[in-house]
């Protein structure tokens, strides 16, 4: 199969992801609102009976808007109809039959017991050395995004709110725990990591960990997260390829998430740079990012990194074939319109 083929199913693949899944999202969203005015509209009319026929609209409307403003319950909705529904069927489809390379390999499987089995475990330095790698990328990566979206805001006159921040602030701590640090982590791990770069990796492996990444920062339509995700997903896809085992990629993905948003909104729930805990703990992570960015380049002075493997149809780092097709260009055009519907139209 040819390079733009194979790619381009993977852009089309992860482009039904984001369309089924948003579609996907608003149905689940009407539905439980449905069910939550019904409950409640009849639970309030039998507590308190009321003389005269037909709709109480006031009441109806009030509804309506309590749960329109329920950011944790409309998100929590959100995001596991994408993850329990969205994401196996998308990774099925990307696991179709003509695409596996004549490998043995159907449904949701994407490595073979051979593959499997070539993996390699983490020392506790090597694990702790990658997980400190994550911090000055991250930090690197936010930091593009918070500049770009300056230049944007004082181009456009709009007022360029971080979309994720507003989420968060709206929600319990409970909740961002449950969604930021275990769930999130865990399906975005099985779908960008296992699928994504188990569908593409024999192909090369660092234009596999490359298109991964680029996907990963594509999918969160978000100019404030795309940097810092891209440059995480590089790292993620890494370390999945040097031991092919997701558990790592998982706690790496839970512990950035535990620091870089968990804990930001234990110090100060609103978020306020001003904030003494915020700055405080703002100047701890740059320490850490320092101490790890001085660690990274050790580590690629050493000349260490994974090479290709041979005779893999790409031998280069990256292939422009592998995005240069009506799948991927697909993609980047629909993440491109929802991310300004997200930022400039909602």
């Excluded at 921040?165 to 982590?185: E, G, H």
């Amino acid at each position: 199969m040819s390079v733009k083929k194979k790619f381009s199913h993977l852009g089309f693949s992860i482009l039904f992801y984001v369309v089924f899944s948003n579609i996907l999202s608003v149905v689940v969203v009407a539905a439980a609102m449905f069910i939550y005015i019904f409950v409640n509209y009849f639970s309030y009319l039998s507590a308190s009976p009321q003389t005269g026929d037909g709709l109480n609209m006031e009441l109806y409307m009030q509804l309506i808007e309590q749960f329109r403003t329920n950011t944790t319950l409309t998100t929590l909705i959100t995001m596991c109809s994408g993850y329990l529904i969205a994401v196996p069927i998308s990774i099925i489809i990307l696991n179709a039959p003509a695409t596996r390379d004549l490998l043995p390999l159907k449904g949701m499987q994407f490595m073979t017991p051979e593959e499997k089995a070539q993996g390699r475990k983490l020392t506790p330095g090597e694990f702790f050395r990658f997980i400190m790698y994550m911090f000055p990328l991250g930090i690197i990566g936010s930091l593009i995004g918070q500049i770009l979206a300056v230049i944007m805001g004082s181009i456009t006159g709009q007022d360029m709110t971080d979309v994720l921040s507003s989420t968060l602030t709206n929600m319990s701590l409970p909740m961002v725990f449950l969604l930021s640090v275990v769930l999130a982590p865990i399906f975005e791990e099985i779908m960008f990591r296992y699928a994504v770069i188990g569908y593409c990796r024999r192909y090369g492996e660092w234009n596999a960990i490359i298109i991964s990444a680029f996907i990963f920062g594509l999918i969160h339509t978000n100019v404030f997260q795309f940097f810092y995700a891209f440059a995480l997903g590089i790292v993620f896809g890494y370390v999945y390829i040097y031991t092919r085992k997701l558990i790592y990629t998982i706690i790496m993905h839970c512990t950035f998430n535990f620091f870089g948003a968990f804990v930001p909104m234990l110090i100060d729930p609103n978020l306020s740079p001003s904030n003494t805990g915020s700055i405080i703990y703002s100047v701890i992570q740059y320490i850490v990012a320092i101490i790890g960015l001085i660690m990274l380049i050790f580590y690629v002075k050493k000349g260490s990194l994974l090479q290709n493997s041979p005779n893999t149809p790409i031998q280069d780092k990256f292939c422009k074939d592998s995005v240069l097709n009506a799948g991927m260009i697909s993609l980047i055009i629909a993440c491109i319109i929802i991310t300004i519907l997200l930022n400039f139209a909602i």
